[in-house]
């Protein structure tokens, strides 16, 4: 790749560019390229990933998207680790799903929904970067799936349960370390790399060389974008060697106290210990770093204390 074609984060562009009716391609080529088929957006639908705050930068970003079937797309960017992540998404497609179907409407104007998340964090075990789920009725003795009928313009049709269910996508990026030769991955080497091929034929990556390359920001937002990365290469290391050292210290504890269980119990309890005192221990100086970036974006001190780990005195004195 040419240094003069660096192309902006996807986390990046879904902020700041793909909002942007005239960009819709490079959205729409990503979820051409998942599902299979052809997706034409119409309309962006209010999502409440739209905050213009500093905890965005390194958190999460979504779009949600509506095409001419009316099937409602969630796509989100989440970059660093959330306990309940699940849980989150189970909540978002539901919301979708409620929010809009109008009060009195019957249930056959429930449109299905798509989560396409985006997650470069160690979301669990596994070894594939790509991990798609939706709901099947599967008999529990015949192992046959139910197809369910249904009544549509005076004919009657058998549906099938995923037909109305949400998918979910899970996009694992730092788990791709493959030779991007398929569309597929094409995407993925943007996503975790910021490599766009320049013979691409893949959807929507076309569209991207195009439009999402950083000499073509004006000097604010090229700026902006700069900070961006600076913020998330932070915390990422922040997270890392916390990480790190809690998994130290948790080896150690367990050795000392001569029992397996006091290993397993050690790693545990070192890991949990070193996210919290990590800061204080090994990582004290990119924390007031860290800090001093947020105070200068102007956010609350408690809201730095608790990105941070630092104490309210402290900051208040940076």
């Known amino acids: 790749m040419n240094a003069d074609n660096k192309y902006v984060r996807f986390d990046w562009a879904v902020k700041r560019m793909l909002r942007d009716k005239a960009n ?17 957006i119409v309309e962006l639908l209010e999502s409440e990933g739209n905050q213009e705050f500093i905890d965005d930068k390194f958190n999460r970003v979504d779009i949600k998207a509506k095409n001419d079937a009316g099937e409602i797309f969630l796509v989100e960017v989440q970059l660093t680790r959330e306990i309940y992540y699940l849980e989150r998404i189970l909540y978002g497609t539901a919301k979708a799903i409620t929010e809009h179907i109008s009060l009195g409407s019957t249930y056959s104007e429930i449109k299905k929904v798509y989560s396409i998340n985006i997650i470069y964090f160690d979301l669990g ?3 594939d970067y790509l991990y798609h789920g939706q709901n099947k009725l599967v008999g529990i003795h015949t192992h046959d799936t139910l197809k369910i009928t249904t009544k549509e313009n005076g004919v009657i049709r058998m549906r099938m349960p995923e037909e109305i269910f949400p998918e979910y996508f899970i996009i694992r990026v730092n788990e791709f370390n493959q030779v991007a030769k398929t569309p597929l991955e094409e995407w993925l080497d ?13 959807p929507g990556l076309q569209e991207a060389r195009a439009k999402l390359q950083y000499l073509m920001l004006d000097k604010k937002d090229r700026y902006a974008y700069d900070e961006h990365i600076n913020a ?14 809690g998994l130290a210290e948790g080896r150690a504890e367990g050795l000392a106290e001569g029992r397996a269980e006091g290993l397993a119990q050690g790693k545990a309890e070192g890991l949990a210990e070193g996210k919290a005192e990590g800061l204080a221990e090994g990582e004290r100086n990119k924390a007031i770093e860290f800090a001093r970036m947020m105070k200068a974006e102007g956010e609350s001190a408690e809201k730095i204390a608790r990105y941070t780990g630092l104490p309210l005195n402290e900051i208040e004195n940076i």
């Open 190 to 202: 943007y996503l975790k790399n910021g490599h766009i091929k320049d013979d691409t034929t893949a």
């Open 232 to 245: 998330v290469m932070i915390q990422n290391d922040v997270l890392g060697n916390a990480r790190l050292e």
């Open 125 to 127: 075990k596994g070894a």
């Open 24 to 40: 819709f391609g490079v959205l729409e080529g990503l979820i051409t390229v998942l599902l299979n088929e052809p997706v034409h």
